[in-house]
């Protein structure tokens, strides 16, 4: 809506995974790098921790664009309150596994489990290396499910593929409580919040792909959506985002505190 009022040639804070976008901070150039490392050297299982709206997804998202083709298919779990049978299953299914044979009523776990191992053999053949990622996983509330991922982590040595563990840092806690699969994880990567000079770079690179070449926020209006944020990409978004259509409709030339506070405020942020 307000792209052509600000000259933008693309909606700059967008929460999507548009490799253009990415601002590459210490944190977070870090976290795809280890990831990287770990499906390309095949170490099996890693774990990406940080908060809410960190960019944990965006990350994961970006680094399979970034990987060759050969890892593949992906896999993403989002609903992290599955049993151990449903969480196989449910792997299985977007393998490729036969869903009259998942439904089988004779079937169980053995059963579920020997369906997924199948698919990893069909992808072995194919010189593919599937790619299974689990988000939110501080909401998984079965210990069984941490025990059911090392289990299926014993098939990487004749099937080759990749887990990644993605959630809040409550993770770090729990798997040291799980000895066992702790140890097969050959990366842990944490994400931080930016700094305040990370914030300023990253708005203004992310209004710079976008095709803006002068300031629209002025100096402390960049200070006030990193006090406001906390450095947190996904408030930053919001926050940058709703000023610039405020902005838009007020038939401004230059954000300020004013506004910032006026969105932070109205989504919030401000108490």
Not at 13 to 33: K, Y
Not at 44 to 51: E, I, K, S, T, V
Not at 76 to 105: C, K, M
Not at 261 to 271: D, N, Q, R, T
Request: aromatic share 10%.
């Amino acid at each position: 809506m307000y792209s052509q009022y600000w000259n933008l040639e693309k909606q700059p804070f967008e929460n999507d995974s548009n490799p253009e976008f990415f601002f590459r901070s210490r944190t977070h150039q870090a976290a795809v790098l280890k990831l990287q490392y770990l499906v390309e050297s095949h170490r099996g299982a890693g774990l990406l921790c940080g908060g809410t709206g960190s960019g944990k997804t965006y990350l994961t998202r970006l680094l399979l664009q970034e990987l060759d083709e050969q890892y593949a298919p992906v896999v993403f779990v989002y609903y992290p309150f599955l049993t151990p049978t449903e969480l196989v299953a449910f792997i299985a299914g977007e393998l490729g596994a036969d869903e009259s044979e998942l439904r089988h009523e004779q079937g169980g776990f053995d059963h579920t489990l020997r369906l997924f191992q199948d698919r990893l053999r069909f992808y072995a053949e194919k010189h593919q290396h599937p790619i299974i990622v689990i988000d939110e996983a501080h909401l998984i509330e079965e210990q069984r499910v941490f025990q059911t991922i090392q289990l299926l982590l014993n098939y990487r040595e004749e099937t080759p593929f990749t887990v990644i563990i993605s959630g809040q840092q409550s993770l770090l806690n729990r798997l040291t409580r799980l000895p066992e699969l702790e140890e097969r994880i050959g990366v842990k990567s944490l994400i931080h919040s930016f700094s305040r000079e990370e914030t300023i770079q990253y708005v203004t690179h992310r209004l710079q792909v976008a095709g803006l070449s002068e300031a629209v926020f002025d100096d402390a209006a960049l200070h006030e959506i990193h006090e406001l944020s906390g450095g947190v990409p996904r408030r930053i978004n919001r926050i940058a985002d709703l000023s610039l259509l405020v902005g838009f409709a007020d038939g401004m030339t230059t954000l300020t505190t004013k506004e910032i506070a006026s969105v932070a405020e109205e989504i919030g942020l401000v108490v």
